[in-house]
């Protein structure tokens, strides 16, 4: 009987300490409607943010003061563009950027102030093309999504430079033609 309650007594404190682990890490994160005249909320804290319920309803990111905006590594922000974000170069420290299930289309999608991106979620955004990640100098990029969009032609040459590229999703695309193929070997 003792050992049983041995056992009871550790599972009940390593389940208070995740509990009060959990309650410090939802009260370090601020949420609040950080754009008027949206469903978004925001959560954030002080290395990123989380735009959450924004419905497509957003042309650009928000902006916080200069401080906040440069220690932000991290952002995910599913569901809420209609255009790619003219603003995200205010954020130069990203590492992370989540921009799942917004629309871009074919529109041109500029990476080239993210010199620190590891990570990059593009799924589901309507893209019809590769972004050309050529020319964005993206040395630290690691994980590319792209899957789910509507993209035909893959050209190998965009990714030649990508030479820390361990993950490249790219289901669920009807690819018709792959160009320069032997780029995306030698990754």
Known sequence: IISFL???MYKVHKLLIILSLLFTLINSAKIS???SNTPCKCLLNEYSFTLINCSYSLPNLPIFNSNTSINITKIVAPNALVRWPTSLC???NIEILDLSGSYFHSQSIDLSCLFQLIHLNLSNTQLRKIPNFEKNFLKSLQIIDLSNNKIEILD???FRLLNNLMKLF???NPLKQI???EYLLSL
Do not use: A, D, R
């Open 179 to 181: 160009n320069h193929f």
């Open 90 to 92: 205010k954020y130069s």
């Open 33 to 35: 409607s950080c754009i």
């Open 156 to 158: 190998g040459k965009y």
């Open 6 to 8: 041995e056992q009871n």
């Open 170 to 172: 790219l289901q669920n």
